[in-house]
């Protein structure tokens, strides 16, 4: 790719972006060393840097993704610069060199660009990174409420308040709860602030939930989270997600490369004779990883199909009821087996949502 863009004359930019700047190196079609000039993050920056180039379709630019997103990429697009965004764990680096600066790492993207050595991720519509991001904030919520929750009843716990009558967070428990009282009034408030916590984030969670029941059934999200709730742990929400966080599913060639992509793979060390396999490598979408998981759990227990799930499969193609039942056979058979001999659970349900991941990239697919 590089020679046939060299003669043809192709800039490469190579953008090392921050919140309020951007290192651009710019690197021509014979030159071997970037030139390198540095700007505003603002719109206004960007065009003026643009202006440099006659022909903006000669022009090809990337930057590392990270935590300014992608209005860039869209920016650039807008001006009929093609433009791509690396992901940064795939970015070639060499073991000795120590040194990191704004101005080596855009000439480093620009030469890397230029060759051909760079993995570019998909960029997500702005429809679709509005989900994703609801499907996030979401997540967020989930865990303020759970350590609201865990606040409340530490509390308790202190003072010698401990529900023994079953599951918490219960009607029965919340009678419980209400039924509590303390004779020093700075208890008492104090009672009443975590209580007030917990009520508004379950309320809080229950708006956004509501919104992301309504977004999943908007297009383009309609049809995938159809189909990925027929499958047994994937429910409504939990199908959103993963279809909000995949979005392109084809874009992975085989089911072990989307296991790969969710970082539910064993990282591995192998040399000559020597083969050793550790802990999952743990990159790519974390999000991800997180749904899979909490699905994989639901195959613990015995093939079946419950009220619950017949009603997310009404309508549903006959191959994919039949791929979920399929499914469901393999990876509870897996789970109790894998349970027989692991001690830990953990190890067992992520080794479970590995393959869950594999079945639903099949699913998806096709």
């Known amino acids: 790719m590089s020679s046939v863009e060299r003669s043809h004359g192709f800039i490469h930019l190579g953008l090392d972006v921050h919140k309020d700047s951007i290192s651009a190196g710019i690197l021509r079609a014979r030159d071997e060393t970037a030139d390198v000039v540095k700007i505003g993050s603002d719109p206004d920056a960007v065009a003026h840097l643009l202006e440099r180039f006659p022909d903006p379709g000669r022009v090809r630019a990337c930057y590392e993704a990270g935590p300014t997103g992608y209005e860039l990429h869209r920016l650039l697009t807008r001006h009929g610069v093609h433009c791509e965004v690396i992901a940064p764990a795939l970015i070639p680096r ?143 929400l939990g199908a959103l997600t993963l279809a909000a966080e995949v979005c392109d599913w084809r874009r992975f060639p085989t089911a072990g490369a989307f296991m790969a992509f969710t970082g539910l793979v064993p990282s591995e060390y192998s040399s000559g004779n020597t083969a050793r396999r550790g802990h999952i490598t743990k990159t790519g979408n974390a999000h991800l990883r997180t749904q899979l998981i909490e699905s994989a759990w639901a195959y613990q227990h015995r093939p079946i ?31 109790r087996a894998l349970a027989a001999r692991k001690n830990i659970k953990g190890v067992v349900v992520t080794a479970i949502a590995r393959e869950l991941a594999g079945f639903l990239w099949a699913e998806m697919i096709h």
Request: one cysteine or more; proline letters at 4%; aromatic letters at 6%.
């Open 305 to 335: 199909i419950g009220t619950v799930l017949r009603a997310r499969q009404v309508d549903l193609p006959a191959e994919t009821l039949a791929r979920s039942w399929t499914a469901q056979l393999r990876l509870c058979r897996r789970f």
């Open 94 to 236: 060499a073991p000795g060199d120590k040194v990191k600066t704004d101005r080596r790492d855009c000439r480093r993207l620009a030469r890397l660009f230029r060759a051909g050595e760079l993995t570019a991720i998909r960029v997500p519509s702005p429809r679709e990174e509005a989900v994703r991001d609801l499907c996030r904030a979401r997540a967020d919520l989930l865990d303020d409420l759970l350590r609201a929750r865990r606040r409340l009843l530490s509390f308790l716990l202190r003072h010698g308040r401990i529900y023994r009558a079953g599951t918490a967070w219960t009607g029965v428990h919340e009678k419980w709860l209400a039924a509590q009282r303390f004779d020093e009034p700075a208890l008492t408030a104090t009672y009443g602030h975590y209580r007030a916590v917990v009520a508004a984030r379950q309320a809080d969670l229950d708006a956004i939930e509501a919104e992301l029941r309504h977004a999943g059934t908007q297009a383009p999200f309609a049809e995938p989270v159809r189909r990925l709730a027929g499958y047994r742990g994937v429910a409504q």
